[in-house]
């Protein structure tokens, strides 16, 4: 099978590709490598990649629509992945442009290139974000999610209206996955996990908004890859899904820390702060629908997670 994987030098992208090229999958990943965050480090998740015969790698951006275009009408794919997309919600609120053209204009030219060329199926990152502010605990797919707090959060529920209406009108096959707060090795930079432990090894004091007590729904990086597979490998249900895809066991961010800890073996200092625009108090994810439908179970203990990223943090910056 010839797989498509936007985003592929990104933390979730290149840990599915290589998951998919060890069994055999031909691989074709495109990703524009900005500066977002440190480019060294998609450097070095690419490198993974580049040994395998079956995988191919082409620097683009997923808003160059006439790239687009010419990349899908020479390669002939037939599942696509998008997980291209600028992240982060707290970005958004000083860069609201990139997102435009990433994440809405790249989508668009994602479902264009699957629509001329009758890809079997697409299957798009969305995110537990466009629950909003949503009090109702779990999080479900049949919840309403028509207040996003963050221009990232709408940015992603436009992907999922847009697909609905592309599988709506010209009969192929979309899965938009909500992925809750996922963690571990070669994770982004930007997230709580390498905030904390770069500022913890440091011996600088971390910042704890809503002074600690988020919770979130943390899901360990082969949760979601493994969760991934399932998906790329069924045929899709429905020309339109949407899934959850968390570990459904909330953990306060207080607690999250206290394990970051034990494993660094260092206690951070903690600067407990008032909630901060965009965020939302917790998340938690009802994954009922993709157990009873893929036979999904995410079993990774947070304390295991923790532990290897910890070991890999430290062998990636500290040699």
Known sequence: MKILVTGVAGFIGSALSLRLLERGNEIVGVDNLN?????????????????????????????????????????????VVNLAAQAGVRYSITNPHVYAESNLMGFLNVLEGCRQNQIEHLIYASSSSVYGANAKLPFSTNDKVDNPVSLYAATKKANELM???????????????????????????????????????????????????????FTYIDDIVAGLLLVIDKPAKSRYQIYNMGNSQPVQLLTFVETL?????????????PMQAGDVQDTYADVSDLMRDFDYSPNTPLDFGIEKFVLWYKSFYEN
């Open 35 to 79: 500066d977002y965050y440190d480019v060294n480090l998609k450097h070095a998740r690419l490198a993974r990649l580049t040994p395998y015969k079956n995988f191919k790698f082409i620097q683009l951006n997923i808003a160059d629509r006439a790239a687009m275009e010419q990349l899908f009408a020479t390669e002939k794919f037939e599942r």
């Open 163 to 217: 697909a609905h209406s592309y599988s709506h009108l010209y009969d192929f096959s979309t899965t938009g996955l909500r992925f809750f707060t996922v963690y571990g090795e070669w994770g982004r930079p930007d997230m709580s996990p390498f905030i904390f432990a770069r500022q913890i090894m440091a011996g600088k004091p971390i910042d704890l908004f809503n002074y600690g007590n988020h919770r979130r729904d």
């Open 261 to 273: 800890e034990k494993h660094l073996g260092k206690t951070a200092a903690k600067n407990l702060l």
